[in-house]
Antibody, heavy 116, light 110 residues
Framework: QVQLVQSGAEVKKPGASMKLACKAS????????IHWVRRAPGQGLEWMGI????????RYAQKFQGRVTMTRDTSTSTVYMEISSLRSDDTAVYYC?????????WGQGTQVTVSS | NFMLTQPHSVSESPGKTVTISCTRS????????VQWYQQRPGSSPTTIIY?????PSGVPDRFSGSIDSSSNSASLTISGLTTEDEADYYC?????????FGGGTKLTVL
């Protein structure tokens, strides 16, 4: 069965960087785009960007351009998202999601806390 | 660029029917498919409607989606409400490859 398993919770200080992982299984990794979506406390879902695991091309929401980098490792079927210059308002649950005409599978989410 | 606007919250009694709207700020709602996602507390979102009105397998037919060009809105209708339907609901569409989410609607079933 299709699974997206995300890396564990992170606690970071403002100004630091972090790299989240999303490991895919149960399907052909390069055939489906992966998106990252976050939900901050008291807020709604926010789309961050997309990566094509088959070609590594990416597209980021304007808000995150210059601060977010998405990469993939086809040997381990894993997608990564690195966020730099973390701020307190980056505190959120981060989700990876597979797009197959819609977000048809989601990871379990990674809690990220940014605090001094 | 466009925004999708949803009511912040709605509430209804068990067994009743509720409709959640999602209004597109500019451009035609009919030009790009709309999806709807349900997110219960502590869980990842799940899809309940895709391509305006299609249900993924396993989603009960109590959930239905539609679009209305006259109001430039999409709607999610849930009939036969149960307490399990209490969740946040999000509409989502596409803006030239950039995904757009509505602000979300908290459904309370009481």
């Amino acid at each position: 069965q299709v699974q997206l398993v995300q890396s564990g919770a992170e606690v970071k200080k403002p100004g630091a960087s972090m790299k989240l992982a999303c490991k895919a299984s149960g399907y052909t990794f390069i055939n489906y785009y992966i998106h990252w979506v976050r939900r901050a406390p008291g807020q709604g879902l926010e789309w961050m960007g997309i990566i094509n695991p088959g070609g590594s091309n990416t597209r980021y929401a304007q808000k995150f351009q210059g601060r977010v980098t998405m990469t993939r490792d086809t040997s381990t079927s894993t997608v990564y998202m690195e966020i730099s210059s973390l701020r307190s308002d980056d505190t959120a649950v981060y989700y990876c999601a597979r797009w197959g005409y819609y977000f048809d599978h989601w990871g379990q989410g990674t809690q990220v806390t940014v605090s001094s | 660029n466009f925004m999708l606007t949803q009511p912040h919250s709605v509430s209804e009694s068990p067994g009743k029917t509720v409709t959640i709207s999602c209004t597109r700020s500019s451009g035609s709602i009919a030009s790009v498919y709309v999806q709807w996602y349900q997110q219960r507390p502590g869980s990842s979102p799940t899809t309940i409607i895709y391509e305006d009105n299609q249900r993924p397998s396993g989603v009960p037919d109590r959930f239905s989606g539609s679009i209305d060009s006259s109001s430039n809105s999409a709607s999610l209708t849930i009939s036969g409400l149960t307490t399990e339907d209490e969740a946040d609901y999000y509409c989502q569409s596409d803006d030239n490859g950039y995904r757009v989410f509505g602000g979300g609607t908290k459904l309370t079933v009481l």
